[in-house]
């Protein structure tokens, strides 16, 4: 007999029983655009086995085995600003369950709705890279592709000017009153002395 014969046939965790059993115990995926950029989690919930694993962009963050208890939640962090999350595991009907994502205390339909007034994001295409640029209103912490940028501000005859470099080119969101109580500020993203426009949520 041939040495190695009676080694299992799969020995890493390629196996088809184990892409398998992922795959049935994936419950839920949500996406979350942070300012440093869409991030996704993954949760997996084995109600046979009581498993509990939750990725972040594919990174493992928590791994819970033989959990009796099959409803709760599982909190962990997301992002560079270590934004708080918790999933949570509510019993519906016998055997099904429900997932719900909260961001930071909130719902994520919430979070983001709230985030959609307190940001301003520019999706565009600069030396054949694509960019992602936030505005944090609140801060006026500028992010590119989850970097924290260098700014500097500027007063201007009708507003301010936040002025940053992506690469040798220039940069600024410039930010003018609307004349608007409900609009507010109108923020808009100059590159290379071209106007960008805001993605909308």
Same mark, same amino acid.
């Given at each position: 007999?041939?040495?190695?014969?009676?080694? +299992?046939?799969?020995?890493?965790?390629?196996?088809?029983?184990?892409? #398998?059993?992922?795959?049935?115990? %994936?419950?839920?995926?949500?996406?979350?655009? #942070?300012?440093?950029?869409?991030?996704?989690?993954?949760?997996?919930?084995?109600?046979?086995?009581?498993?509990?694993?939750? $990725?972040?962009? !594919?990174?493992?963050?928590?791994?819970?085995?033989?959990?009796?208890?099959?409803?709760?939640?599982?909190?962990?962090?997301? !992002? @560079?600003?270590?934004?708080?999350? /918790?999933?949570?595991?509510? @019993?519906?009907?016998?055997?099904? $369950?429900?997932? /719900?994502?909260?961001?930071?205390? *909130?719902? %994520? *339909?919430? $979070?983001?709705?709230?985030?959609?007034?307190?940001?301003?994001?520019?999706?565009?295409? #600069?030396?054949?890279?694509?960019?992602?640029?936030?505005?944090?209103?609140?801060?006026?912490? =500028?992010? &590119?592709?989850?970097?924290?940028?260098?700014?500097?501000?500027?007063?201007?005859?009708?507003?301010?000017?936040?002025?940053?470099?992506?690469?040798?080119?220039? &940069? $600024?969101?410039? @930010? =003018?009153?609307?004349?608007?109580?409900?609009?507010?500020?109108?923020? /808009? #993203?100059?590159?290379?002395?071209?106007?960008? +426009?805001?993605?909308?949520?």
């Amino acid at each position: 007999m041939a040495s190695g014969d009676d080694s +299992p046939i799969f020995e890493d965790d390629e196996s088809p029983l184990y892409s #398998l059993e992922k795959m049935t115990d %994936l419950v839920a995926v949500w996406d979350v655009a #942070l300012s440093d950029g869409v991030h996704k989690i993954e949760f997996e919930h084995g109600t046979t086995s009581g498993k509990r694993v939750v $990725y972040v962009d !594919g990174k493992e963050e928590i791994r819970r085995e033989w959990m009796f208890k099959l409803v709760g939640k599982e909190t962990f962090f997301v !992002g @560079a600003a270590k934004t708080k999350a /918790t999933i949570n595991i509510d @019993a519906i009907s016998g055997f099904a $369950y429900e997932y /719900t994502l909260e961001i930071d205390g *909130k719902s %994520l *339909k919430k $979070y983001m709705e709230n985030r959609s007034k307190t940001t301003s994001t520019w999706v565009l295409r #600069l030396d054949g890279e694509d960019l992602r640029v936030v505005l944090e209103k609140d801060t006026m912490d =500028v992010w &590119c592709n989850g970097q924290k940028m260098e700014t500097a501000g500027e007063f201007v005859d009708d507003g301010t000017e936040t002025h940053f470099s992506v690469g040798n080119h220039g &940069c $600024y969101i410039k @930010a =003018v009153s609307s004349g608007k109580r409900k609009e507010g500020i109108i923020h /808009t #993203l100059i590159v290379d002395n071209r106007e960008i +426009p805001e993605l909308t949520q």
